[in-house]
Nanobody
Framework: QVQLVESGGGLVQAGGSLRLSCAASGRIFSNYAVGWFRQAPGKVRDFVAAITWSGSTTYYSDSVKGRFTISRDNAKNMVYLQMNGLKPEETAVYYC???????????????????WGQGTQVTVSS
């Protein structure tokens, strides 16, 4: 089992920045790819970004590419999502999720993630 706890959400004005953190405990977290997803009210949970176990490769949705940066520190069992240029439509609950494999097949697919945190609310005001 891997336990994930997100933090860093809050209220920010449009164009502002937030840094989300995901703290992991349990199984060998450093072996697995980790992703961030977000879910707005009444909408499906969408892929935002992911990072391989080594941190050497990152993946982003087209909507956040160039504005968001995912990173990880395996020594600290932490994953981060730096979000710049936030938009009101990005208001959502942001979730950290971990795979139970080092494979990157299906890394954009929320169904391929075995462990999820409880989420942190991000609200972007206009």
């Amino acid at each position: 089992q891997v336990q994930l706890v997100e933090s860093g959400g809050g209220l920010v004005q449009a164009g502002g920045s937030l840094r989300l953190s995901c703290a992991a405990s349990g199984r060998i977290f450093s072996n697995y790819a980790v992703g961030w997803f977000r879910q707005a009210p009444g909408k499906v949970r969408d892929f935002v970004a992911a990072i391989t176990w080594s941190g050497s490769t990152t993946y982003y949705s087209d909507s956040v590419k160039g504005r968001f940066t995912i990173s990880r520190d395996n020594a600290k069992n932490m994953v981060y999502l730096q979000m710049n240029g936030l938009k009101p439509e990005e208001t959502a609950v942001y979730y950290c999720a971990a795979r139970d494999t080092s494979s990157t097949i299906g890394i954009y697919d929320r169904g391929r993630y075995a462990y999820w945190g409880q989420g942190t609310q991000v609200t972007v005001s206009s």
